[in-house]
């Protein structure tokens, strides 16, 4: 996902939503919660605004990865975003402050 997602700028071709979401969900899948973050800090630069379902996507890579704290940090961070956290994302947040 990441390498097709790299070609798209050589072909000029812009990312949306829903390819910059799918590199951060294969990013949570794949254990590189580095990589989920980059690409979610990224975003802006592609013009594209995260959604709910990416930031929690990211927020889930964190804490499979073991970096509670970015998760939590990413959540509470949500609101600056313009992206109201849900169910699955408090979720996340309670499941973080239990480790």
Do not use: T, Y
């Not at 990312?15 to 800090?41: F, H, M, N, T, Y």
């Not at 889930?60 to 073991?66: D, L």
């Amino acid at each position: 996902a990441l390498c097709l997602f790299s070609e798209m700028f050589p072909r000029n071709i812009r990312p949306d939503a829903i390819s910059c979401g799918g590199v951060v969900s294969a990013c949570e899948k794949g254990w590189q919660w580095q990589q989920a973050l980059k690409q979610l800090s990224e975003m802006p630069v592609c013009k594209v605004r995260p959604d709910v379902i990416i930031c929690n996507a990211a927020a889930s890579a964190c804490e499979s990865g073991g970096r509670w704290q970015h998760a939590l940090h990413l959540i509470a961070e949500m609101p600056l975003r313009m992206v109201l956290p849900d169910v699955i994302s408090w979720k996340f947040a309670v499941s973080a402050c239990e480790q």
